[in-house]
């Protein structure tokens, strides 16, 4: 099969549009994600670079309205009571609910998780490859019209949430994927390039 080495203009430039146009996103219209735009998403994300072809990504999917959705609720719930310290009582029973009404709401969950390596080195190249493939997913994602947050905090803390999913105690957390359609516009600003490059 030849390999195609150069690419129409309007194919370049929808590229780099949904590189400077997908936000993260955390408020979602209540409209379901099908399963084949999921589908897409994750398919996309097994394209992300990875050497040595170790293919370190570990996915979860976790539906809506499901019992697993609701222990992780709980989970969620526990961690941010115990650990979000306020001397509020009240600010604290607050931002407990929150995060676990967060969690209920969300169209579509995802954990995403990255298997360790033979040695330090791969185990670094297999999560550094396993954000590339996050980075996949959310640009599918938005070419679907679907925006996705990224945590690393309150979702992705409990410490019973891998056996929950079912992930080996190995693998290590990268992400938990708030996802769905955007309830709002999104805006955000990047510094230039050229404050944060050194041409030498």
């Given at each position: ?8 203009p ?5 590229i ?26 994750l398919e ?17 999917v ?23 310290k ?10 407990a609910e929150q ?18 390596g033979?040695d ?9 490859a396993?954000c ?6 959310q ?14 905090g309150?979702p992705a803390k ?9 992930a ?33």
């Amino acid at each position: 099969m030849a390999i195609a080495v150069g690419m129409v203009p309007q194919a370049k430039q929808a590229i780099l549009d949904a590189l400077r146009n997908r936000r993260t996103c955390r408020s979602f219209t209540s409209e379901p994600v099908p399963r084949g735009v999921v589908d897409a998403m994750l398919e996309a994300a097994t394209w992300a670079p990875n050497h040595r072809l170790t293919n370190p990504w570990r996915f979860f999917v976790v539906e809506n309205g499901g019992p697993v959705r609701h222990k992780i609720a709980e989970l969620v719930h526990e961690w941010t009571y115990q650990n979000v310290k306020n001397p509020n009582e009240e600010r604290r029973v607050q931002s407990a609910e929150q995060a676990k009404q967060e969690v209920l709401i969300a169209p579509v969950m995802l954990y995403v998780f990255t298997v360790p390596g033979r040695d330090e080195e791969e185990t670094t190249e297999n999560y550094a490859a396993t954000c590339c493939a996050v980075q996949n997913l959310q640009i599918a994602a938005h070419a679907h019209g679907v925006a996705v947050g990224w945590s690393t905090g309150k979702p992705a803390k409990p410490a019973a949430l891998p056996s929950l999913l079912g992930a080996d105690p190995s693998w290590r957390l990268v992400a938990a994927l708030f996802s769905g359609y955007p309830a709002q516009e999104l805006k955000q600003e990047r510094k230039p390039v050229s404050e944060v490059t050194k041409w030498l």
